[in-house]
């Protein structure tokens, strides 16, 4: 039988994707997904298209899969086909999945009951619960945000404690194991002028204790593990004993072409811990990614980008000194009035070339499907396992292709990012900037934001995909300077090791921010694997 897994603050959908397709060497897939549950509207569209797909791509009903094609690239109306009672079911059994709720809101509980009853969870389909409670109060920016906030006091900030949501179904549903996810400001994040990681050991591994309930009951208890060390945690021992940074998982070394550094704590029912412990079996870790000379290896920005097709940006005339143009006037001019000021001749001659160069390209801009992905380019660049990953057995598909529109003194200062870096092998920071495209900002020059410009590297993995980017690209822009732009939506699915076939609903701001805020699938599937192998050794699951 299929192990239950329930995905908490579910987004649109990451790790519950790296579980729900998790596969073993027979073809058979060990978990399902009972319930994601996620308060954003348009991060839940995105849940049930997926949930959709992948129930009709089990089916194999090409027909109905068809439709789903036709629908993501905007050539219908639904990825419903009506006339098919296949699609029709496999639609309301993936929106009845999507639990769209608060968590930590009183209503959502009997929802959740609900779902878990429906699922049929017990001993022999026995419940998992992942999830990454929201990480505002924990990442640095959150915590510089909260600190210029009049009267702030983070033991009022319920954002600081959505992890006890957990505890509340541990306690009442015994999960045989659970995963959390978190930025690595958890390990710092202080209450009262307590470090708060401690506090969340203690509580998700006695979570009845900490709720309030009954200590001399019997109530479950958790260990937790580290996914990459060989460090645990249990109720009885000291938190001050353990090094918190040991549940860091550093994602560039999983085949995750970005630096994302997270917080991934794995906690399995403490009875399963002592039966894995009288067997004295090796707990399963994550695997880093390895060369031909067996040194660690990443995946590069250019590889993770590589098949897809070059774009420009749209062209904003809002806040510009600059006359409205076409963008071949718009290039052609930029080149005029900002090479002459860039004193490195090196870096004058690359910009003034690249100005011109892109003016010539006057590359398309992109929409929700673009056509012709370049899987040669894929196979040359990617690792074998991402590319069956990135593609499936999809027809090719480039979805959510569109750039925004930046006003031409960004353009300037997104060119002179991605010529300086091509030159340096590094973004440049404000000091690096001539003062002609120094932006009107009060804080360039006082160092608290000297990397407001940022380019991707192309021969390094991407810095950390954030929602961020939602709000504007400076901190992401295209390693090439030929295509002046600031990244778009697939492009950063991609560094997320979002599989092509999958669609971001909602408008170009919402689907920034559900990238941004989820777990990499293609790293949810290899912790998938884990809990498996685990879980597999304590008898349960399929045969």
């Not at 959908?13 to 009972?34: C, D, K, M, V, Y």
């Not at 910009?351 to 380019?377: E, I, K, M, Y």
């Amino acid at each position: 039988m299929q192990i239950r897994v329930m995905d908490l603050f579910a987004g649109p959908g990451g790790l519950g994707e790296g579980f729900a397709t998790f596969e073993l060497p027979s073809g058979q897939r060990p978990f399902r997904i009972i319930a994601s549950v996620e308060k954003d509207s348009a991060a839940c569209r995105t849940l049930r298209l997926r949930g959709l797909y992948r129930r009709l791509a089990q089916t194999g009903d090409r027909p109905t899969l068809d439709a789903y094609y036709a629908y993501v690239r905007g050539e219908r109306e639904s990825p419903v086909d009506p006339d098919s009672p296949v699609a029709r079911t496999a639609w309301q059994q993936a929106s009845e999945e999507v639990l769209e709720q608060t968590l930590g809101e009183p209503d959502t509980g009997p929802v959740l009951q609900k779902a878990i009853g429906r699922a049929g969870v017990s001993r022999k389909t026995p419940l998992v619960l992942i999830g990454g409670p929201p990480c505002q109060a924990y990442s640095t920016v959150g915590r510089s945000r909260n600190a210029g906030t009049a009267g702030y006091q983070p033991e009022q900030d319920g954002r600081h404690f959505l992890y006890r949501v957990y505890l509340d179904l541990l306690r009442d549903y015994r999960p045989v194991a659970f995963v959390m996810e978190n930025v690595k400001g958890m390990l710092s994040a202080r209450i009262g002028g307590r470090p708060l990681f401690p506090r969340i050991l203690q509580d998700l591994t006695s979570p009845a204790v900490a709720g309030g309930q009954d200590g001399r009951r019997v109530h479950p208890r958790y260990r937790i593990y580290s996914l990459v060390d060989p460090c645990s945690y249990r109720h009885d021992q000291n938190p001050d004993s353990i090094q918190p940074g040991r549940f860091i998982i550093q994602a560039e070394y999983y085949g995750i072409p970005q630096t994302r550094h997270r917080v991934i704590l794995f906690g399995l029912l403490e009875e399963l811990a002592d039966v894995f412990d009288r067997q004295g079996g090796v707990f399963p870790r994550l695997s880093p990614l390895t060369g031909p000379d067996s040194r660690l290896s990443n995946v590069t920005t250019r590889q993770a980008l590589a098949g897809l097709p070059p774009l420009r940006s749209g062209l904003s005339w809002l806040q510009t000194a600059y006359p409205a143009g076409d963008w071949r006037q718009t290039l052609t001019a930029l080149a005029a009035d900002f090479g002459p000021v860039i004193d490195d001749p090196e870096l004058r001659a690359a910009f003034v070339q690249a100005a011109l160069q892109a003016a010539a390209a006057d590359l398309p801009t992109g929409g929700r499907s673009v056509p012709d992905a370049d899987r040669t380019a894929d196979r040359v660049a990617l690792p074998a396992e991402l590319i069956a990953w990135y593609h499936g057995s999809d027809p090719p598909l480039v979805l959510n292709h569109e750039t925004r529109n930046h006003m031409p003194e960004d353009l300037a200062r997104y060119l002179y990012c991605a010529v300086y870096a091509r030159l340096k092998g590094v973004s440049p920071k404000a000091a690096q900037f001539p003062a002609a495209l120094a932006p009107r900002h009060q804080n360039w020059e006082t160092g608290k934001f000297d990397d407001r410009f940022r380019v991707q590297v192309a021969e390094q993995p991407a810095t950390t995909v954030m929602s961020h980017m939602a709000k504007d690209g400076h901190y992401f822009i295209h390693y090439d300077p030929v295509q002046c732009r600031s990244l778009t939506v697939r492009e950063a699915a991609r560094l997320q090791t979002f599989p092509d076939s999958y669609f971001f609903e909602g408008n170009r701001t919402q689907q920034y921010t559900q990238v941004g805020n989820a777990v990499p699938p293609f790293l949810a599937r290899q912790i998938a694997g884990v809990v498996w192998a685990l879980l597999r050794q304590l008898g349960y699951g399929v045969p």
